[in-house]
């Protein structure tokens, strides 16, 4: 089945509703092609509000409201259909013409021709194995009587790793060559046109679908003769064709229901190695492929796909070396090995005997169990992180209040909690997965890099810390610290959406051995990352599970009381210091106009807590609590609209791509790979605004004069990479680290070896001991030893 593919976003007020599928039938052609569905709100129009209301019993202020409420959403539909521009260029973001390789043709003689494909920057097509999502280039011909086309001759792809897909296609101008035969009866002197469709799939962030109406017209001659234009572009295609190799002998062989690519000749590459497959459903495209070595032999292991049935008889495919590294031919050095290996049988060796070279912290993986344990480990020490404490304090004072009551109803509440804590993780991680496979590059916490998110949740936090403070009550109240033992369906509801709030706030922390299982949980299955990320859940609710079901546990909680109303304001305040946290990470993320913006807002949801508070739902009623209740509704939408609009500022007029602090560089691969080649020990600190495990360990490890001190002594080369926006490298970055989310820690030594994984949660301790095990290359390097990295 092949995923979705996203084709367009528009602005956070509107989101169309774009897909793909490859099940229809063409028109042109046996092959199946993109079905496009685009469902969408007409440009230009807004939702409509109905306020039924009695004229007769209403005073002027509803309608006033309800006109503000129109005029608010009829400013905001420009604004949301800003993005949403319809394009009828049938080749988005790239061009393709036919060539051929031949100004005049012969009777009966073979001439090339090739669709040129030429893609603009960041823009890629697919291999004729697109690989986990995509779909190949394809011609189909329309070609004067006699003449016959080839198959298409495919260059060598590149591979792309696009979150948990692994993909195969190719950037910047390919050739594609197809053999054309002409018949034997032709005619010198005339003249011939070849014609054809092209189609291809054109993808960045987003994907298209491109087409284009190929033609070319060639004279017929005795002889035929090359066309000097394109000789070179030909021969260059040419060399980009995967060949055997000679002096290397390629076999496979099966091995416990994977596959096994064993390689024997001289000056074999130790690591780098990578098959790509020529057929799909045959390997696993995202498994490591880890190169074991014995002598001059090299064995390459392979994961079977979980969607092969058993019937590969061989492997076909492209073998490619590590960058830089090409395969012995007779003519030249070739960078990518043709490989056509029937299957011979079961692997008779011992693969775990033989040394493995290239295994780094990327090919490193967790079985489902460890995974499973990590992820319930880390879900306990969840509740111990600052994102989480002003919720969970909450819930820990709802268990006081409600201390006295049976034992099956504390249960209740202790299992809904943890059903609102279990199915938000799996609304985070369903929708998590979905984005990725359709081609997104996000990761855990990604919700944090919208704005919009940002805004919406900062007014929620205030809003409960408006209400925990007096300032207006509600019926029934979101962190269940109220209620009586009439109103004990309501209490149930409130103990779900506090374990929802709870999941939503914990987002932005990542607690020890949760960065694995989560990295892990995004290389599985769907059914195996759902596990895991219910183990999380699980881990997370335990403890609120096991107090509310042990009487004794319970029991030692203070008695409720008249302190309960004192805890209850007071415990409002972490609730407003972590709407100024979200402020801060909001103004990262926008200008300072927007930041002015969410301060309105709150503003007019104080407004609104205080109409509340002083026109209360059982004190008033007829006129006044109409127009108190549509001022409410007024003043609240018009904060929503204020929280929005500022989320849609933009960038910081002061935004720069440098760490604030002089030492950090940005994060960058090719910068780092470069310096790394230098022999400089590097150390990448994968942080983000919005995690708080992020900030803690920034000023309490990295951002000491010890540790500082330390970086400098052994030279390292300082590298900050600031996920607060999206940014679809970072997020590649995370992946090879088995990682889908920050803080991470990866200190390079400079002698090439693999990378260190520091843990979630740093102290300078740590990180000395760590720096400790590198080489002080200032000593062997005069030129480090004068400058800071």
Known sequence: MEHPIPLMRTSPMRRTVDSCTHAVQPQHGPEPKLLCIVMRRPTGTAPKLRIPMKQNHVSPLPRTVGFGVLLLLWMLTPWASATAQPSDDPSPHSEAALVSEVETIAPGEPFTVAMHLQMDDGWHSYWKNAGDSGMASSIDWNLPEGFSAGEIQWPHPTVKEEG??????????????????????????????LAGRGDWLICEDICLPAHADLETTLSVDADATPDAEWDDAFAQARAQHPRPAEGVSVQ???????????????????????????????????????????????????QASEYADGSTESLRGVLLGPDGFSWSMSDRPHPALAVDAPLEGEFTGDLSALSEAGTGASSTSLSLWGALGFAFIGGLLLNLMPCVFPVISLKILGFAKKSGEQPRIMRRHGGLFAAGVVVSFWVLAGLLLALRAAGEQIGWGFQLQSPGFIALMALLFVGIGLNLSGLFELGTRLTSVGGTAQQKASGYSESFLTGVLATIVATPCTAPLMGAALGVALTMSAVEAMSIFTALGVGMAAPYVVLSSVPALLNRLPKPGPWMETMKQLLAFPMFATALWLVWVFGQQVSIDGVALLLGAFLLLGLAGWVLGRWPAMQVEGRTWMASRAVVTTVVAGALALALLGAGTGAPASASTQ???????????????????????????????????????????????????????????????????????????????????????????????????????????????????????????????????
């Open 164 to 193: 948990p897909l692994v993909t195969y296609g190719y950037s910047g101008e390919i050739m594609l060559l197809v053999d054309i035969t002409p018949p034997d009866d032709l005619e010198s002197g005339t003249e011939v046109t």
């Open 252 to 302: 496979a062989y099966r091995s416990d229901g994977s596959f096994v690519l064993e390689l024997e000749g001289d000056d074999l590459p130790d690591e780098g190695v990578r098959f790509i497959p020529g057929e799909k459903r045959t390997i696993s495209n995202t498994a490591p492929q880890p190169v074991m070595r014995d002598g001059d032999t090299r064995y390459l292991a392979l």
């Open 659 to 789: 760490p604030t602090d002089a030492n950090w560089q940005s994060f960058s691969t090719e910068q780092v790979d470069a310096v790394r080649d230098e022999g400089t020990p590097v150390f990448i600190d994968f942080t983000a605004a919005w995690c708080l495990t992020c900030q803690v360990n920034k000023r309490t490890t990295l951002s000491t004069e010890s540790v500082q001190q330390a970086f400098d002594d052994k030279g390292v080369h300082l590298v900050r990479a600031d996920w607060t926006n999206r940014n679809d490298e970072i997020t590649q970055a995370l992946s090879k680290f088995n990682r889908s989310g920050v803080p991470l820690y990866v200190l390079y030594p400079g002698d090439g070896s693999d990378p260190v994984l520091l843990p979630e949660v740093l102290t300078p301790q740590i990180v000395m001991d760590a720096l400790n095990e590198l080489p002080d290359t200032r000593n062997d390097n005069p030129e480090l030893a004068s400058e800071r990295p």
